[in-house]
């Protein structure tokens, strides 16, 4: 039983949940680009090119066809797939710098604000009083 406790207090301890919640959205975001990638980018730059980044490859062997029937399939290094997960990666990284980027100025701002000090007791407000009082 001891092990569950331990087990409860380590999952519900609040660095494991936004841990979860990390991940959950950057698989989230990592879907969103694909889309954003796949869907906008790559067809603009097909368009330039003539033809689709993802059918971008380099023939190292011809298939080779005997009566019309494939006997062995073509050697093909599918660059283009490569160049597309590439730009997708360096999408992620930018965006990733970026919220980092804020997070560290906002933790930055809130630690250079320094705290008030906190008010003086009743105690110390009476020793101050006969300290002045004194002095004169």
């Known amino acids: 039983m001891k092990i569950l406790k331990e ?27 694909s889309a954003f990638i796949d869907g906008m980018v790559m067809p603009l730059v097909g368009l330039i090119q003539g033809k689709d ?28 797939a490569f160049i597309s997960v590439a730009i997708e990666f360096l999408l992620i990284a930018w965006v990733m710098f970026i919220v980092v980027k804020a997070i560290n100025a906002i933790r930055r701002k809130q630690e250079a604000e ?4 906190p008010e003086p007791s009743a105690q110390e407000k009476l020793l101050m009083e006969i300290r002045d009082l004194l002095k004169k």
């Open 114 to 117: 320094p705290a008030a000090p």
């Open 53 to 80: 980044l993802s059918d971008w490859e380099w023939v190292v062997k011809q298939p080779v066809v005997e009566n019309g029937v494939v006997t062995a399939p073509a050697v093909t290094v599918k660059y283009g």
């Open 7 to 33: 087990f409860k207090e380590f999952a519900l301890r609040g660095n494991l949940i936004d841990i979860a919640v990390g991940f959950v959205m950057g698989a989230a975001f990592g879907k969103l680009t």
